[in-house]
Every structure is written in structure tokens, then in C-alpha cells.
């Protein structure tokens, strides 16, 4: 099956900097590569997602790239938050979806 | 209100006993998924099912079992035969298998005494 790989297991950063995770796979036919947030206790939420065909697709704070020759994608957060604080997943999608190990994101005030 | 409704919240159970987690869903999605969460260890995939009466084992399906005999519902069985069963279970479902976005239910928390 797939192999999904995401790095740092943990991030901190000051509120307002940038923020930036990771993630690699190994299966060329995979196509769709969402992010998950989940806040403690409670459901993982779609943030942001891209296709195959897309290079980079932002949404106001939050934007993803994806490099498909290389087999990565990383999820970027500008002006950070504490509500930003969270644990965030990537995910890659062949035939099933495959979830990275996570990233516990902590925003210090 | 259209989502994914899981229950209990909170289960406790002996060693040896079977428990059933209930997974219900009113946005008329085909496919349906349970994962189970351990800390670092991300969301692994029990089961799935993209049809009703059709399912199909995931990447750790050994002791545990599921039925998919209504689009709504697709409970899941932790039987005794599972070795460590404490853990975060998580309820999703998509409009059609492997594509599109993942809804998640609230998830439900089993500990085993």
C-alpha cells in the first residue's frame, strides 16, 4: 500500500510567524492529497485540499503545494493563531486514503 | 442537520467481551470507513465498505468486524480476538469511495479494563 511519511511530529512557532509540515509519498497514482486539522477531542475537518493537476491552491491564511516529481506536498500557515494550534494530518488518496503520522502544531502567544 | 453520528462517546469494556460501535450517516454517501487513532500513530484503516453488503478489510482488521446491510449505518465490532483494543475510533464517509472529501464523526473513545 501507500506510504505516507509527515514531518516535524511536533512544531511550536510564535503567533504570527509561519508555519510548515510536510508530507511525502510513494505511490505515483495517487491524486488527491487532503489536510486534516483536529483539535483535541474532537473530529479531524477537511482545511484544505489539491488534486494532480494543480501545482498550489491557497485559502486566505492556509495554502498547499504539491510537487508530484518529487512526491511531496506541504501544508503552509502564515500570521499564525493559537486557535491554529492543533494536530494536523495529511492524507493521499489511491483507491483508499492513507493518513500521515501527524503534526502537533502549538502557537505560543 | 446532515452529518455523521457515532456513539457511545465513551465505552469501557472487559477483556474477553465483544462491543459494537454505532456509525450513522444522513448525507447519502456510498462509501462509509472506520479508522482507529493511537497517539503518533496517525489514522490506520480497519475496515471500508463502497457499497451496502460489500466491505473490505483495511490495513489492521484482525478483530474487529463489520456489517454494511443499510447505506446509513456500518457499525463495528471489536471482538475479544483483539489484542489491544484501547484506542480512538473514527467513523468517516465520503460521497463515492477513495474520492472527494472525508466527513469525520465525533469519534468514540474504547478502554479496555
Known amino acids: 500500500g501507500e506510504n505516507v511519511e509527515q514531518h516535524p511530529s511536533t512544531l511550536s512557532v510564535q503567533e504570527g510567524d509561519s508555519a510548515v509540515i510536510k508530507c511525502t509519498y510513494s505511490d505515483s497514482a495517487s491524486n488527491y492529497f487532503p489536510w486534516y486539522k483536529q483539535e483535541l477531542g474532537k473530529r479531524p475537518q477537511l482545511i484544505i485540499d489539491?488534486?494532480?493537476?494543480?501545482g498550489e491552491k491557497k485559502d486566505q491564511r492556509i495554502a498547499v503545494t504539491l510537487n508530484k516529481t518529487a512526491k511531496h506536498f506541504s501544508l503552509h500557515i502564515t500570521e499564525t493563531q493559537p486557535e491554529d494550534s492543533a494536530v494536523y494530518f495529511c492524507a493521499v488518496e489511491v483507491g483508499q486514503f492513507y493518513f500521515g503520522t501527524g503534526t502537533s502544531l502549538t502557537v505560543i502567544p | 442537520d446532515g452529518g455523521i453520528t457515532q456513539s457511545p462517546k465513551y465505552l469501557f469494556r472487559k477483556e474477553g467481551q465483544n462491543v459494537t460501535l454505532s456509525c450513522e450517516q444522513n448525507l447519502n454517501h456510498d462509501a462509509m470507513y472506520w479508522y482507529r487513532q493511537d497517539p503518533g500513530q496517525g489514522l490506520r484503516l480497519i475496515y471500508y465498505s463502497q457499497i451496502v453488503n460489500d466491505f473490505q478489510k483495511g490495513d489492521i482488521a484482525e478483530g474487529y468486524s463489520v456489517s454494511r446491510e443499510k447505506k446509513e449505518s456500518f457499525p463495528l465490532t471489536v471482538t475479544s480476538a483483539q489484542k489491544n483494543p484501547t484506542a480512538f475510533y473514527l467513523c468517516?464517509?465520503?460521497?463515492?469511495?477513495?474520492?472527494?472529501?472525508?466527513?469525520f464523526g465525533e469519534g468514540s473513545r474504547l478502554t479496555v479494563l
Open positions: 489539491i488534486r494532480s493537476n494543480v
Open positions: 468517516a464517509s465520503s460521497i463515492l469511495p477513495g474520492t472527494g472529501e472525508l466527513f
